[in-house]
Structure formats: C-alpha cells, structure tokens
C-alpha cells in the first residue's frame, strides 16, 4: 500500500499535466500493470522465502503432509488424523 501511495500522485501530476486527455487512460493503465506486477512479485518472493524457512511435514511413504496450522476447529482435527493415519470414528 505505501508503495502505492508513492507512485500514484507522481503519475496523476504527470498525466494530467502532459499527457493529452485521449491517451491518460492508456498511461494509468500501463502503470497499473507495471505498479501490481511489481507488488506480486515481491508477494511471490516474500511468500516463498517464508516457505523456505518453514519446516515439511512428510509421512513415512515421502509425501506431503498438509500443514495443521492452516486449518482451524474441525478441520484441523481432520488434518491431524490424516497426517497420522488415524480412520474417523463415524
């Protein structure tokens, strides 16, 4: 967000001051492109330096295990029992 609050009134003086009125929707548009690509990315790499540093859970066979953190209540019950091979009493 303060990113934004730092391109955005630079690109409105910018627009309204040189660009003409036919090709201001073009500028904001490539801009916006330019402004949420930039943002995703860095999401992307802070997401997966995050991952990165956070420890798998893996079963005996290798495979994946969903992470109990994620999930809440009886959701989170369900994981567990998955993750530790227990059948659901039903």
């Given at each position: 967000?303060?990113?934004?609050?730092?391109?955005?009134?630079m690109v409105h003086i910018f627009n309204f001051k040189?660009?003409?009125?036919?090709?201001r929707l073009l500028v904001t548009n490539v801009v916006?492109?330019?402004?949420?690509?930039?943002?995703t990315f860095v999401s992307d790499q802070t997401r997966?330096?995050?991952?990165?540093?956070?420890?798998?859970?893996?079963?005996?066979?290798?495979?994946?295990?969903?992470?109990?953190?994620?999930?809440?209540?009886?959701?989170?019950?369900?994981?567990?029992?998955?993750?530790?091979?227990?059948?659901?009493?039903?």
């Open positions: 967000v303060s990113f934004a609050w730092s391109v955005w009134p040189y660009v003409p009125l036919q090709h916006a492109l330019g402004v949420f690509s930039y943002a997966a330096a995050a991952d990165l540093a956070s420890p798998l859970a893996v079963d005996s066979t290798g495979a994946m295990l969903p992470d109990p953190a994620l999930a809440s209540g009886i959701g989170r019950a369900r994981l567990l029992r998955v993750a530790t091979g227990q059948t659901p009493s039903i």
